[in-house]
């Protein structure tokens, strides 16, 4: 985790760039691969529309029944799609010097393996800072919480496409989220290290 120059930052300082993939779906055997990918910003605790970046996908890799089910992405929306490592400066522009953001990080942090050392960071689980901040909850399955809060209302003014399990609706949402849950916490004024801790 890269902490460097933001020791001095409150976390209403903060740049934020929130990373969202959606998947071909897992074969026994085979991890899954990304076949969208999705980036949204958030500058002082405000999203920023002109930031919002999705882009499918190329694979050699065929989309799974289950997975073309939860995300209607089928093989052939990938057709003219670019590859993941192609777009590179693309993302390494949008989030390199910001704290990523992304609801269970995990498949994120996996995905991002194609670019070894990229250093983005710091990272801001959403999924584990709502369980810490809102201990309890029978489901913090991102669009759970999403409706718990209302935020659809919002991204849909932000995005009119929005739907869940879409790369940049996701994306959106997860800042959306964190927003949120820095208001419940009133952690708006504290030093940014509170949010990884």
Not at 84 to 108: D, F, Y
Request: aromatic share 8%; glycine share 6%.
């Amino acid at each position: 985790m890269n902490l460097a120059g933001t020791s001095n930052l409150l976390v209403r300082e903060i740049s934020f760039s929130a990373l969202d993939f959606e998947s071909a779906g897992e074969r026994a055997n085979e991890v899954g691969v990304p076949i969208q990918i999705g980036i949204a910003e958030m500058h002082r605790l405000v999203p920023t529309q002109e930031s919002f970046f999705r882009s499918y996908l190329r694979t050699d890799r065929p989309v799974t029944w289950t997975a073309q089910q939860i995300h209607g992405i089928s093989s052939d929306d990938l057709s003219d799609a670019p590859s993941l490592l192609s777009l590179w400066p693309e993302i390494k522009q949008r989030l390199g010097n910001r704290w990523i953001v992304a609801h269970g990080s995990g498949t994120e942090k996996r995905f991002l393996r194609a670019f070894p050392l990229h250093g983005f960071g710091p990272w801001v689980d959403t999924l584990t800072l709502s369980r810490k901040i809102l201990p309890g909850r029978t489901s913090y399955a991102l669009s759970d919480l999403g409706a718990e809060f209302s935020l659809v209302e919002e991204a849909q003014l932000l995005l009119p496409d929005f739907c869940w399990h879409e790369a940049l609706s996701d994306a959106l949402a997860s800042l959306l989220l964190l927003r949120k849950l820095i208001e419940i916490a009133g952690i708006q004024n504290h030093p940014a290290e509170v949010l990884v801790k």
